[in-house]
């Protein structure tokens, strides 16, 4: 389907052409100077590693005489990335992409990208960098719980459509990474992936595909190389043939963060660097490198048209006047932490005992469910085991509906065994380093931490519905692997 800004009577783009890519051209040809262009192809806002205070993860400054906004890159997996500690409390831890995925639900996830983009949109970012579609060629991939499609390109890019569709209706540009065979952390920036064109259209491209169908607004290149070429712009075959020509592209290609890229790669469909300390993009070198600035920023204007991420506000020019939304604005709100809550509860359903059935889940005896919580493998040491049951043998079947423990749907009776360190994980501190993960959250961009009063572990609500005597007995017992 169209996204919004192509059904839109007030959109920007009607200012300059009869679409929004007649728009992007016109402004890109006839209207912005060179300097203007080369804005459009380079972020600003950090010092070496360190981001500066009152900017996002990405920021590019607007054109003002043309009305143009600033475009403002935030990062994305999990929710609106925590970069500084004053974001904590404003904004919605949410379960990864892949826990999303987990819920075999597309209502479902698209109210999760809804919740996700409105709280963008209130932040004021306007470019959301997510979700993560790879689809995972091995389980221990570091990266696999940011990625939407799982191991499944079809349910990929089933659910690709819907989150960019979804974010895109909240008003904030969808974006999809990393393109592409970003499949492994170790030695990513110097790793390279191979696939034939087999593999590349009929398993990794079609959540890509998915996303470009949708009206998604940006693509972020990955680290690695893909077939022997660095994947941010080494071969024009990617982006110009690829992803351009046969899936019909029209948005802007931006890099990963200090992704390996030279002048010449915006010859080869590369539109924006990013951070942009490294200076690969800057006007005079891409002009030398062959002059493809005009085009380069014709598929960034394309792009943020065509979303409707420019038409309504709240606006603001990083470094000047984004703190209060930055760090004040709250974002989240009850209805975000019921999607929340309920996309959580349904990725956790892992074995649905039927009573019926002759079958029994492992560790389980003759009445009662199993649930298996992280780390659930039998060589991993310290393993805590939660046994819980009615008070007198079993009673009548009572879902708990505690707002204290309102995510695991447990019958009154049930015998339920917990297996892992996970079930009372610490968490990290707020004022950690942005970076960090934990069992919580994914670390790097993903990292969303929220404030220490909403933080429950699944023991800790276990404890609070024994202690409100919706369990009738709780018993704890620490094991240690032999």
Not at 42 to 55: A, E, K, M, P, S
Not at 168 to 190: D, I, P, W, Y
Not at 434 to 460: C, E, F, H, N, P
Not at 465 to 482: D, F
């Amino acid at each position: 389907g169209k996204d919004a800004a192509v059904s839109d009577a007030h959109a920007l783009w009607r200012r300059f052409g009869g679409s929004p890519e007649a728009a992007a051209h016109e402004l890109a040809h006839n209207r912005l100077t060179a300097d203007e262009k080369g804005q459009l192809l380079r972020g600003y806002g950090w010092d070496g590693y360190t981001q500066r205070y009152g900017h996002y993860t990405g920021n590019i400054r607007g054109i003002a005489w043309l009305g143009l906004p600033s475009i403002r890159l935030q990062d994305a997996g999990a929710g609106f990335r925590t970069m500084h500690s004053r974001i904590t409390g404003t904004v919605m831890s949410f379960p990864s992409a892949l826990a999303a995925a987990a819920t075999w639900d597309r209502a479902l996830v698209s109210r999760y990208a809804r919740a996700i983009g409105e709280e963008f949109k209130a932040k004021g970012a306007n470019v959301i960098l997510g979700q993560g579609v790879n689809v995972a060629r091995v389980a221990m991939n570091g990266r696999s719980a940011e990625y939407l499609s799982g191991e499944d390109p079809y349910w990929g890019a089933a659910l690709t459509a819907e989150y960019v569709r979804a974010v895109q209706g909240a008003g904030v540009a969808g974006c999809v990474k990393h393109f592409v065979l970003n499949s492994q952390e170790t030695n990513r920036n110097s790793e390279s992936s191979t696939a034939g064109d087999r593999a590349l259209w009929e398993v990794y491209y079609p959540p890509f595909e998915a996303a470009v169908k949708a009206g998604a607004a940006a693509v972020v290149c990955s680290y690695n190389k893909a077939n022997g070429s660095w994947a941010c712009g080494g071969s024009p075959r990617l982006f110009n043939d690829h992803l351009r020509t046969k899936m019909g592209f029209k948005g802007f290609v931006l890099t990963d963060w200090w992704a390996h890229i030279e002048p010449h790669y915006g010859s080869h469909g590369l539109d924006q660097e990013h951070p942009g300390t490294d200076g690969a993009f800057e006007l005079r070198k891409v002009q030398q490198a062959g002059g493809a600035e005009t085009l380069m920023a014709e598929h960034v204007l394309s792009g943020m048209l065509r979303s409707g991420a420019w038409d309504e506000g709240p606006h603001c020019t990083p470094g000047h006047d984004c703190e209060f939304l930055l760090y004040q604005q709250r974002a989240t709100s009850a209805e975000h932490v019921a999607v929340a809550r309920q996309v959580a509860a349904e990725a956790a359903v892992l074995l649905k005992y039927d009573p019926s059935s002759r079958s029994r889940a492992p560790g389980q005896g003759d009445s009662g469910s199993g649930v298996c919580g992280g780390r659930c493998a039998s060589a991993v040491l310290g393993l805590s085991r939660v046994a819980l049951g009615a008070a007198g043998g079993a009673g009548p079947n009572k879902t708990i509906t505690s707002p204290t423990a309102p995510v695991l749907p447990l019958a009154r009776g049930a015998k339920v065994a917990l297996l892992g360190s996970a079930c009372h994980a610490g968490f990290f501190d707020a004022h950690w380093p942005w970076d960090a993960g934990d069992y919580y959250m994914v670390g790097g961009s993903g990292a969303v931490k929220s404030g220490s009063d909403d933080q429950w572990t699944i023991l800790r609500g276990l404890q609070a519905g024994a202690s409100a005597g919706e369990i009738g007995s709780l018993r704890v017992e620490e094991m240690q692997h032999e």
